[in-house]
């Protein structure tokens, strides 16, 4: 699918983390068709590797869950390209076990990838906005930030992505008037690899389409649009907001 012309980028220069598959990787597509200039950062050098080399965009390794890593990123990335003018903070990970079996080492993982490692990627990427007066991040929450999913267990991560949205609310209302907007991103059930798993389990599957008004899961697509929207000056009166794209999910 070919994005362009959504609303022009003009040659921004945005990063996206976990950018290697899924929602990353088709946003990753989605920026690029309008004009960006992308560098994926993802843990997964194999997978980072070929998908900068199948989208014709840069690439860097980092594990984001150690704070120096991100500094260095930021520092690396605004040394090289001049600026950071986009900022999709998307990496994440779930993790689906009863509450009374989940182990510190499971809790701590979700939290420190999907929460800690958000609010380091925030910092570091928008210090360098701030010195420019301008910039655009965008995090990945979800849905399961607002409601809590049945049928399947799942609080570190339910957990984590309300940080995210309160995270990017207590940012939004920091930077607005130093020239950075801050917003989130909340899909519900997206077609990837992660989301696929949980569709193996018939189960999970037919009470999430039930409870789904429009009664089937998203395209990673779907939600690339809505962050290229936010990235760019479409979105120029946005800061705070966390659009949610479920299907409908939310709104029972």
Partial sequence: MNYSPLTPLDNRVAVVTGGARGIGFETVKALKDNGAQIVIVDINAEAGEKAAKDLGVEFLQTDLTKSANVAKLAADIRSKHGRIDIAFNNAGIAVNVPSEQCSDEEWHRVININLHAVFYCCREFGK?????????????????????????????????????????????????????????????????????????????????????????????????????FLASDASSYFTGSNLVVDGGYTCW
């Fill in 128 to 228: 360098v906005m701030l010195e420019q007066g301008k910039g655009s991040i965008i995090n990945t929450a979800s849905m399961s930030g607002v409601i809590s999913n049945t049928p399947q267990p799942q609080s570190a991560y339910n957990v984590s992505k309300a940080g995210v949205i309160m995270l990017t609310k207590s940012l939004a209302g920091e930077w607005a008037k130093r020239g950075v907007r801050v917003n989130s991103v909340s899909p519900g059930y997206i077609g990837t690899e992660m989301t696929k798993i949980g569709m193996s389990n018939q189960e999970w599957y037919a009470e999430w389409l039930k409870f789904t008004p429009m009664g089937r899961v998203g395209e990673p697509r779907e939600v690339a649009s809505v962050v290229v």
